[in-house]
Structures are given as C-alpha cells and as structure tokens.
C-alpha cells in the first residue's frame, strides 16, 4: 500500500499479495503515469454556442461534439442522463433568424459593440 502522506513509503498488507514487492512499484508508476483527464476544447469555430445555448427543460447548457463518421456537429445537454441532441446546423440556422430581429439604428452604438 501507498499514500502520499508518507510519500516513498511501501507498508505490507494483511492480505495475501496479488503480485510480487518487485512488481508493485513498476504497476504503481505506470498507473500513475496516465494522462491526467479529458482535454477539452473550449473554443471550437465549429461550435460557437456551446455553453451559451441553455436546455428550455432545466437550463443545463449544451456542449458540443461531431460525429467523426458523418463530419456532423451536434451540442447536446450536459445533464447525465438528458437525451437532449440538436443538431448544429439547425441550431445556427435558428439563432442566424432570431438575431436577424435585432438591429441597431444609431451609428454611435456600432463602433462600441464592435
């Protein structure tokens, strides 16, 4: 057994071994070697709204992923369990005719938000 409380430290269990003292610290390192989680890609052009569009459900924000397959883009909502899928081009298309509502009038106002 280790722990990093008494770091270099191998203590014998009670119970019968698995592998040999030998073999214990190559196992130990090469677990520990592993990557260290998931990287994410947080600013993929691919998927502008991610995090941005919420669930009307329960307001849970979407992320995205592609099916590599097909070379489609899909956000879903991050809820374990939601079955929530909207597919991106849709999604895009929808959000391009909701901001087509807003315009700004005044050019003083464009420079600003530029």
Partial sequence: MVNK???GEVIQGNHEPMITREMFPK??????????GRKY????ENLPLKMFVKSTECGTP???YVVKKKGLYYYKNRRSGSRENRSAKKLHSSF???L????LNDAKY???LK
């Fill in 5 to 7: 409380l008494i770091p």
């Fill in 27 to 36: 196992i130990h390192s090469l677990l520990n070697s592993r990557e260290e």
């Fill in 41 to 44: 890609n947080l600013d993929d």
């Fill in 62 to 64: 979407y992320t995205g």
């Fill in 96 to 98: 391009m005719t909701l």
């Fill in 100 to 103: 087509e509502n807003y315009t």
């Fill in 110 to 112: 464009i420079e600003p």
